[in-house]
């Protein structure tokens, strides 16, 4: 039977202890996928379109740490536009920290990549993604994207990538990052880009955090798919933060020995 972790006040905890809770597996020799999402209490994933209205200290705490251990940002183009995506900016001191005890990060603490999937390259070269200093962006797309689209993408420094004539499965997408060298991978949405993963059986990991609040309308949930893909999930951690913000980490039942 399993059992929830007792729950632990993130106040409690170092940075240091946040990490350890948070790394990924030592030097994993395919991509480990990580989501990471927020919702209200009563499952809304964004509010008037966006996660933003759902955040608090303690999420935004954790939705930075998760991009320090990351090696790279997947994103769908949606979420993308919807969030004004720029660079991730991270801690330069503990990625190269992580870097040097073989935990991921960087040696010149240079931050993760952000890796956009999009079927038709369908992203405006104007946006702060390609003029935010930071990593060159990596955008996954496909043969059937226009070809004048792609090639203002790679104008506005974009590395380009075309999988297939269709947007690959999540095990393509977990190959080209294989390829690169991009194990750590931090999934941020959204619903679709989720929901592919788990009908992949490819989502090693969920960070969820639960807002203190009600939202109501109808606003979405974090994960869709045209079938469903019951997949078990073991807890692994439940913090909680003095506002009522609940942070949960679960992983794949078999991810683990």
Known sequence: MQHMPNAIQLTDLSRDDLVE?????????????????????????????????????????????????????????????????????????????LHRAGRGGDADGTPPRIAVVTARAALDPELKLFTDTGPRPLVLTTSVAPANRV??????????????????????????????????VLCEGGPSLFGEFIAAGAVDDLCLTISPQLVAGSEGRIAVSPKAAPTPMTPRHLLLDTDGTILTRWERAHTRG
């Open 21 to 97: 809770l948070y790394a990924y597996p030592m030097e994993p020799s395919t991509p480990y996928v990580r989501v990471n999402f927020v919702t209200s209490i009563d499952g809304a994933v964004t509010v008037d379109g966006r996660s933003g209205g759902l955040g608090t200290p303690a999420d935004k705490q954790v939705f930075g740490l998760l991009r320090d251990l990351a090696d790279v940002v997947l994103v769908g183009a949606g979420t993308v536009r919807a969030e004004n995506y720029g660079a991730a900016h991270t801690d330069s001191e503990l990625r190269a920290r």
């Open 151 to 184: 090639e203002r993408l790679r104008d506005a420094g974009a590395e380009v990538i075309v999988i297939s004539e269709q947007l690959g499965t999540a095990d393509s997408i977990r190959e080209e990052l294989d390829k690169l060298g991009l194990r750590r």
